[in-house]
């Protein structure tokens, strides 16, 4: 982990014990196959209550490093961190991240936007087309992010195809003839909220990372909100900022 923490710092105590423990897996001293101490002796070991020492199992069961088997113990089942890199350049970039993930649908239906927790855009009592879901990474149970994602009512008609892991953007494209023009994108601190904890495995209001991203048409319309909430120790965000030298 060449020092750098995967959580955030100021972090909880159940988060230090995991932090401990990933070093210990990474290097090798708990191996592949092997089962973590038992609760109590993590208990003595970091002088901490069973329920600190479950939270960060569950913590690394998240990460996708183990795997809690009742009545056998914490089985070690990766050496590394299972989480997603996204390296965001251009719009088409984004088709790395559904090649690299998988998307299960929860639910569709259509919603005012009054009664959503996202700030979309024209009038409170316009409807917008939804669907709500969860990401996986390929080959693994490890969950990376809920979803949900809204779209103006013209377009509904592609949710029907959202179970094909495609981008419903991409979808909107090829089947109404619309060009997107820009994608604006922002990321802040968020407390996980209920609807998303239960399927993200991690306690409401964990802080997470929230993403929002407005696909915007040539005409200038916002025709697709999308708004993501990521476990921080499960997903990184790159980008390469070139400085630009005035020579006026």
């Known amino acids: 982990m060449a020092g750098v923490s995967v959580f955030e710092t100021k972090r909880p105590l159940y988060q230090v014990i995991a932090e401990s423990l990933i070093e210990k897996i990474e290097k090798g001293d708990v191996a592949v196959g092997d089962l973590l101490p038992s609760e109590a002796q993590l208990c003595t070991e970091y002088g901490v209550s069973r329920h600190t020492v ?51 649908v929860l639910l569709t239906e259509t919603r005012l936007a009054q009664d959503v927790n996202v700030a979309l855009p024209g009038a409170k009592d316009a409807p917008w087309k939804m669907f709500e879901a969860v990401r996986y990474l390929t080959n693994t149970d490890v969950v990376i992010a809920w979803t949900q994602v809204f779209v103006l009512p013209k377009y509904g008609d592609v949710l029907e195809h959202v179970t094909d892991n495609i981008l419903v953007y991409s979808l909107i494209e090829k089947e109404h003839g619309i060009r997107t023009e820009k994608l604006r994108q922002s990321i802040t601190a968020v407390a996980t909220p209920k609807n998303a904890a239960v399927h993200l495995g991690i306690e409401v209001g964990t802080p997470a990372l929230g993403i929002l991203r407005e696909y915007i048409s040539a005409d200038n319309q916002v025709y697709e909100v999308s708004w993501s909430i990521h476990p921080p120790e499960r997903y990184q965000h790159k980008m390469e900022l070139v400085l630009s030298l005035n020579t006026n």
Do not use: F
């Open 54 to 104: 479950r939270e960060a199992i569950r913590a690394l069961a998240g990460l996708g490093l183990v795997d809690a088997q009742p009545g056998i113990g914490t089985k070690v089942i990766s050496q590394r961190v299972g989480s997603y890199v996204q390296t965001l350049k251009e719009i088409s970039d984004l088709t790395d991240y559904v090649s690299e993930t998988k998307r299960r």
